[in-house]
């Protein structure tokens, strides 16, 4: 099979497979995920797939170079990366996972990472079992290979927060909490503490809150 060239640096972010960890590990899945790349050209790529929270962009194993762990670049030309069930737009500050289309609904999963009481910055955790033999990361790019060392070594703990987001008369909206969801449908306020007492409403848990905006949303759309 004829070698592939990639020609990507950097990607953006993927999406924890667990809403809610109090431990994540550096990579956002468990294990590396059978994905497919589509760039806004037409160009597509099949590879096991993974996201580097610590580095911040999409990686992969080179099959067709002695199994080397690598990134992604061209970040401003892929559109969107998919897995067998789920969809994520590629952005520069991380992964945005499409999880409704009528009406819209996705997630932004912005990773924070914790170096023992200090915070680190972006990102998150140690190295995953299935990929403590790598020793380093090329990064391909127009302007040649460079090798980046992996500390599979440290153990980084930290969350992810999750960033919804929705659109109300055209305009993008994002919301983490109750009080900011409140915020954006006011006239429904007493509406969403009835169903949030009732329904007991976690916010940490992307398909409660997905039950709660279709709620909402039917409710300011025929009324």
């Not at 996201?51 to 992969?60: E, R, T």
């Amino acid at each position: 099979m004829k070698r592939i060239y990639l020609l990507f640096i950097s990607l953006a972010a993927l999406s924890a497979i667990s809403f809610a960890q109090d431990k994540q590990k550096r990579f956002f899945f468990n294990e590396f995920q059978p994905s497919t790349v589509y760039y806004k050209d037409g160009r597509t790529f099949t590879v096991d797939a993974n996201y580097d929270l610590i580095s911040g962009s999409f990686v992969f194993i080179d099959n067709n170079d002695n199994n080397q762990l690598k990134m992604f670049g061209e970040q401003d030309k892929i559109g969107c990366l998919k897995t067998d069930s789920r969809t994520f737009y590629v952005t520069r500050f991380g992964p945005t996972e499409i999880i409704q289309t009528n009406p819209d609904f996705l997630i932004f999963y912005n990773p924070r990472i914790f170096e023992g009481k200090k915070d680190a910055g972006y990102g998150t955790t140690s190295s995953a079992g299935a990929i403590r033999t790598y020793g380093s990361i090329a990064d391909f790019g127009t302007g040649g290979t460079s090798v980046h060392s992996l500390n599979t070594n440290q153990d980084w703990i930290g969350t992810i927060d999750h960033v919804y987001k929705i659109h109300i008369d055209g305009k993008e909206k994002r919301f983490e909490t109750q009080k900011q969801f409140m915020k954006l449908f006011p006239k429904q306020k007493d509406e969403i503490l009835k169903y949030i007492t009732e329904k007991n409403i976690n916010f940490n848990t992307s398909s409660q809150v997905l039950d709660l905006y279709n709620h909402i949303y039917q409710l300011t759309n025929h009324n």
